[in-house]
């Protein structure tokens, strides 16, 4: 399993990102796919996530409003479009899988496979 993020950057206060996660390796029709954020001295934290097989989305209540999740199965990737963001979502995001969907988790550690990260940067 490889999954491998993109569209991070540097962005001022209020402004809008888009991060990719292209997955491939094996069929994901039965995961949980999974955005988290760890931002220097802080634990990895659970963003957001979302049922490959039903589309459902799941937030943390700090970007609830403000960031959406999404996948494409014609291409095999996972999107996690950003809005009105704050300094304080400055962290390295990091894409994840987990192979059971019956539930969403918020735990990194039931997460199996996670890609290199991508670094967000938002100014104020």
């Known amino acids: 399993v490889q999954l491998v993020e993109s569209g991070g950057g540097l962005v001022q206060a209020g402004g809008s990102l888009r991060l990719s996660c292209a997955a491939s390796?094996?069929?994901?029709?039965?995961?949980?796919m999974g955005w988290f954020r760890q931002a220097p001295g802080k634990e990895r934290e659970f963003v957001a996530t979302?049922?490959?097989?039903?589309?459902?989305?799941y937030y943390a209540d700090s970007v609830k409003g403000r960031f959406t999740i999404s996948r494409d199965n014609s291409e095999n990737t996972v999107y996690l479009e950003m809005n009105s963001l704050k300094p304080e979502d400055t962290a390295v995001y990091y894409c994840?899988?987990?192979?059971?969907?019956?539930?969403?988790?918020?735990?990194?550690?039931?997460?199996?496979?996670w890609g290199q990260g991508t670094q967000v940067t938002v100014s104020s």
């Open positions: 994840a899988a987990k192979p059971d969907d019956r539930y969403h988790a918020i735990n990194p550690r039931l997460y199996a496979y």
């Open positions: 390796g094996r069929t994901f029709s039965s995961y949980i």
């Open positions: 979302i049922s490959w097989s039903r589309g459902t989305g």
